[in-house]
């Protein structure tokens, strides 16, 4: 893995919202400040942050770094995709977030949901913690 090159996920840019950047920020300066402690033989490499189906996905790899040290990172890495599905991904809220699908998944708590709705100009099926789905119209209204 070539340090000096930079990471591949830095040619994209991260690829989801800001609402995210509580879960994968943490996972980067992880992985940051490991190589910064180790040598190149042994170093982490992210390939990309993203938003996936609607929730958060963090692709890495890694080179003869000590086992316990990845599965502890295994571990962030899972928690912070799980936690994905309960966090906006455009504002980070973390009160009333569902799924909503208009043709495309997106996580989003009811105020950013009713954005896309109105923007798409079409009802969206919104699936929130209790797993039952309600219909967003265009004025956030649940049906």
């Known amino acids: 893995m070539d340090k000096e090159g930079g990471w591949p996920y830095e040619l994209f840019g991260i690829e989801c919202g800001g609402g995210w950047v509580k879960l994968y ?6 992985v940051n400040s490991y190589n910064k402690r180790h040598s190149p033989e042994s170093s982490m490499m992210i390939h990309q942050v993203k938003e996936k189906f609607g929730g958060l996905r963090f692709y ?26 309960n966090v906006c991904e455009e504002c ?17 708590c009811r ?11 079409r009802d969206g099926k919104w699936i929130i913690g209790d797993g039952k789905i309600y219909i967003m119209d265009k004025d956030g209204n649940i049906k």
Do not use: H
């Not at 920020?25 to 992880?30: C, V």
């Not at 316990?68 to 936690?83: C, H, I, N, P, Q």
């Not at 980070?92 to 989003?108: A, F, M, N, Q, S």
């Open 111 to 121: 105020e950013c949901a009713r954005k896309i709705v109105e923007r798409v100009g």
């Open 25 to 30: 920020q943490p996972l980067i300066d992880y």
């Open 60 to 85: 890495w790899a890694a080179d003869n770094v000590p086992a316990d040290t990845l599965d502890g990172f295994r571990k962030m890495v899972e928690d912070a995709e799980a936690r994905s599905w």
């Open 92 to 108: 980070g809220e973390e009160k009333e977030v569902g799924i909503l699908d208009t043709g495309w998944y997106y996580t989003r």
